[in-house]
Nanobody, 127 residues
Framework: QVQLVESGGELVQPGGSLRLSCVASGFTLGPYTVGWFRQAPGKEREGVSCIGSSSGGNTYYTDSVKGRFTISRDNAKNTVYLQMNSLKPEDTAVYVC???????????????????WGRGTQVTVSS
């Protein structure tokens, strides 16, 4: 069964850190660009970060997370990570990972063309 499964979301205080994981099963993640998207209640879905295929040399970050979030991949584990530091209440959202054969440019598009989508993990930043 082909799927992406996210984990790592939880309630954290402002200034805290979380690491999200996106594990693929049923297919090899290496050839795909993988992105993290988030959607908060009442807001549009937003591309947070993307990492290019294989070596992951190409990355994209939306402006609001630059310097705080880091995306990485471990192709041996078929997994992509999102390390989130200095979390803010405005980071609260459901975070979803997705995979595409296209470049990291898809992250910045309003309607990204992704082949596989996960179901998401809830991140809540609150004191």
């Amino acid at each position: 069964q082909v799927q992406l499964v996210e984990s790592g979301g939880e309630l954290v205080q402002p200034g805290g850190s979380l690491r999200l994981s996106c594990v693929a099963s049923g297919f090899t993640l290496g050839p795909y660009t993988v992105g993290w998207f988030r959607q908060a209640p009442g807001k549009e879905r937003e591309g947070v970060s993307c990492i290019g295929s294989s070596s992951g040399g190409n990355t994209y970050y939306t402006d609001s997370v630059k310097g705080r979030f880091t995306i990485s991949r471990d192709n041996a584990k078929n997994t992509v990570y999102l390390q989130m530091n200095s979390l803010k209440p405005e980071d609260t959202a459901v975070y979803v990972c997705a995979a595409t054969p296209h470049s990291v440019a898809v992250c910045s598009r309003a309607s990204p063309i992704m082949t596989f989508w996960g179901r998401g993990t809830q991140v809540t930043v609150s004191s």
